[in-house]
């Protein structure tokens, strides 16, 4: 199979994966952009907070598209193990750091995406897509192109129709990913992405910071969105590079001109 084949598919009917974070809404806006029929599907999986489904919601009306939510929250019983279903701190710092590996949610993404293979199977719709992009790789193993490459051959084989697996964020990074949540008109503070759920973003776990960083690097400077720590990501971000070996090569592949 062909990698590049799954960036984006244009005048299809596509069920997308929204957890309501920056990427999964963006990816939502971006199929919308490319004239596809789309539907979305959230889960509640025991996460630590409902702040994403809130706000999954919310991006659904905004573009104006069905949102099925599935019940799931039995299953933060048998996976634990993660700070995202359990009392665990939540780690702060750097997103690449080893430690955030405390906020993976054992096969999450397969049990997702199996799911909604049912649900687009059972209506009619070819295409289920998911928001992995090359910022996740180093952490989730569930985002890793031969996860995905497995899972689309597996949901080839698992029906008499053909269902394809879209992942058009897999080679981009996520300043690539707010800028495309900057052309599709996405509002930045309507998507929400810390893994606290506080009433505001920390603003000092990984993924704040990964956002924070992001967007500052795509060159939006209007973003609503509240943080308690709003400049915890800069100090973090350069200790990081410092740290990193000299002449490590950038991972991000993408630009605009495949999506959009």
């Known amino acids: 199979m062909v990698w590049n084949t799954r960036l984006m598919v244009k005048n299809q009917k596509v069920l997308a994966l929204l957890s309501g974070g920056l990427d999964s809404s963006a990816m939502v806006g971006v199929l919308l952009h490319n004239h596809n029929e789309v539907e979305t ?7 630590r907070h409902s702040k994403e489904l809130l706000a999954a919601k919310k991006v659904a009306e905004f573009f104006k598209v069905k949102n099925t939510v599935v019940d799931l929250s039995n299953l933060a019983s ?6 995202l279903t359990s009392d665990q701190a939540v780690p702060e710092g750097h997103y690449s750091q080893d430690n955030m590996k405390q906020t993976v949610v054992p096969n999450r993404n397969m049990i ?14 070819e295409n289920v897509a998911f928001a992995a992009h090359v910022g ?6 569930d985002c890793r192109e031969s996860f995905i490459n497995a899972l689309d051959a597996a949901l080839e084989l698992c029906d008499y129709n ?17 800028s495309c949540a900057a052309t599709v008109g996405l509002p930045l503070d309507m998507t929400w992405s810390c893994y606290k759920g506080g009433e505001n973003h920390c603003g000092r776990c990984g993924t704040c910071v990964e956002r924070l960083e992001a967007i500052h690097n795509a060159g939006i400077v ?3 969105t509240v943080y308690d720590d709003a400049d ?16 490590a090569p950038d991972k991000s592949e993408g630009n605009l001109g495949g999506l959009l």
């Open 41 to 47: 599907i959230s889960f509640d999986y025991g996460q």
């Open 78 to 83: 048998i996976l634990s193990r993660s700070s």
């Open 112 to 125: 997702m995406l199996a799911i909604a293979g049912g649900y687009a199977l059972s209506n009619g719709i």
């Open 136 to 141: 996740d790789h180093a952490i989730y193993p």
């Open 162 to 178: 053909r269902l394809n697996l879209l992942a058009p964020f897999a080679c981009y990074d996520k300043t690539l990913i707010a």
């Open 222 to 224: 209007d973003d609503p």
């Open 232 to 247: 915890y990501w800069r100090d973090v971000t350069e200790n990081y590079a410092e740290s990193k070996m000299s002449g």
